[in-house]
């Protein structure tokens, strides 16, 4: 079963880190553009980073300098490094795959940062 699994969504505090990651199963994620959305309620899903197959990187500008996208070891994972939090990146954090038309997205995790 092809699939995106995210992980690492957890309450912090402002200033704090995070990283996430997105484990690809039935997927080689190194085949795959691969991004990371945020999405807060009654709003769209937000593009955040992207990594395209060469490793081109695309970061939208409010995130620009904080955040970073990378793939791992393994073929199947990419990781989101989240510095500098703020109560404005509370969302659900989607992972997100494309590849020759075929989307996949992951079920999301839960980011929370308190003031």
């Known amino acids: 079963q092809v699939q995106l699994v995210e992980s690492g969504g957890a309450l912090v505090h402002d200033g704090g880190s995070l990283r996430l990651s997105c484990e690809g199963s039935g997927i080689t994620a190194d085949l795959y553009v691969m991004a990371w959305y945020r999405q807060v309620p009654g709003k769209e899903r937000d593009l955040l980073a992207s990594?395209?197959?060469?490793?081109?990187?695309h970061y939208a500008d409010f995130v620009k300098g904080r955040f970073t996208i990378s793939r791992g070891p393994a073929q199947n994972t990419v990781y989101l490094q989240m510095n500098s939090l703020t109560s404005n990146d509370t969302g659900v954090y989607y992972c997100?795959?494309?590849?020759?038309?075929?989307?996949?997205w992951g079920q999301g995790t839960q980011v929370t940062v308190s003031p």
């Open positions: 990594l395209t197959v060469h490793n081109d990187f």
């Open positions: 997100f795959a494309i590849r020759f038309g075929e989307e996949i």
